[in-house]
């Protein structure tokens, strides 16, 4: 019997105790965004040190502060040391959560974990208690044969924007050092088929001012040589797409192919699109959500329609969020946005432009890390792997970047398409998850060469 299947074989009899474990993880209703669930997040990650602590780590439940001095949450901090002239790895998760939402819309309780077939259904299921025991997984089905030294960092406040993480890594950055790097807080393609997180979109948020005049005026009396500032702000706003639909504003970039086939259906029932609305852009559909830019109004400022009266509005705002190219530098596209915005502003009004948000884009390395990564996913789900994207942006990968420039950092996860993290019904495929625990300790051992 050979390496993978050795390992395949002892990874199925440990996989209940994963499963278990897990399930315990999404009974403790860990929402770092309610006050009332503080003592569940500390509770949390009390458990999630112990689990560590099982392993034979050396544990510490850490926390920075968040730049006014308010203590961030909870963070487990621990090692286990192997040998001076072994590679150390560094495994980040997260163990806080989202809120329930709409508890009805739930055929189960949120925090009673459930399996339905081949998936366990509880919040955090997927996001991120599987990426926790994917680590615990790991470590537990390689014993005493661990090859690298291990540095787990889980944190707990990933889900309402990881506030405390910069002073958290510069902190304790020393105990943080690593050669190698693995977020587990993504996921694969589709059930069946692993997947590598290899670009992220960056974010621009901004709020654009458009104003006319310095008082609103009667529209009967000054309407028509005056247009409204509502109006001229959906002109400017029409301006930032072609005919087809692609983004026009110049300097932000694109790659029109992606590696996988995103069909227009699924993506149709994905997104709840109704019949007769056409997709939008040209380019490879996986593409346009992760290697194009895409712009979005997510708010206005204009008068509702409880108040509206027969008045010429002199000024309003709308919020911008534009998703960056992966690999692009974030305040260049921000520079080219507001550009665009002051070179196409419509019949001379005055413009104003207040950026709220810079988030990093992220683009993989082609490195040994990768292709270690690639293998292993591809070995233990006995299917080729694929390079996948995100349209969001998760700003701390870009954080690792910077304080640790000489790691790989790998971006993967155990989350498909039917999980539903955020939102209701939340679940975890068990197969996926036992084939993740598997191939994430193929990848320690070819981090360590063997």
Known sequence: MNNVEQLRA???????????DLKNIIQIPSVSAIPAHQQDVARSAQFVADLFAAE????????????????????????????EDAPTVLLYAHHDVQPVGDESRWQSAPFDP????????????????????????????????????VTVFIEGEEEIGSGSFQNFLAKYQDRLQADLIIVADSGNWQVGTPAITTSLRGVVQMDVTLKVADHASHSGGFGGP??????????????????????????????????????????RQDAGLLPGV??????DLA????????????GWDVRPLTEASNTIA???????????????????????ISRHIKENVPFGADVQVRINEQGPSYLANQSQATQNLHDALSKAWQTEAVNIGQGGSIPFIADFASFFPDADVLVTGVEDPDSHAHSEDESVSLSDLENVVLAEALLLQKTAGR
């Open 10 to 20: 002892q990874n199925a009899q440990i996989f209940p105790s994963v499963v278990e």
């Open 56 to 83: 034979g780590f050396d544990v510490e439940i850490c926390h920075a502060n968040y730049e006014d001095g308010t203590p961030g949450r909870p963070a487990v901090l621990g090692h286990k040391h192997v040998s």
């Open 114 to 149: 459930v399996v339905r077939g081949d998936r366990l259904f509880g919040r955090g299921s997927a996001d991120d208690g599987a990426g926790i025991m994917a680590h615990v997984g790991a470590v537990r089905l390689l014993g005493a044969d661990l090859p690298v030294n």
């Open 226 to 267: 005056m247009i409204d500032a509502v109006s001229l702000a959906a002109m400017l706003i029409s301006t930032f797409w072609d005919e087809n639909g692609d983004v026009a504003i110049a300097g932000l970039g694109g790659n029109d192919k992606a590696e996988v086939d995103y069909t227009e259906q699924q993506f």
């Open 278 to 283: 056409k997709l939008a852009g040209t380019g």
């Open 287 to 298: 593409a346009r959500l992760w290697t194009k830019p895409a712009v979005a109004v997510i």
């Open 314 to 336: 002199p000024e309003t705002t709308f919020r911008l969020s534009v998703r960056t190219v992966p690999g692009e530098d974030v305040a260049a596209a921000a520079a080219a």
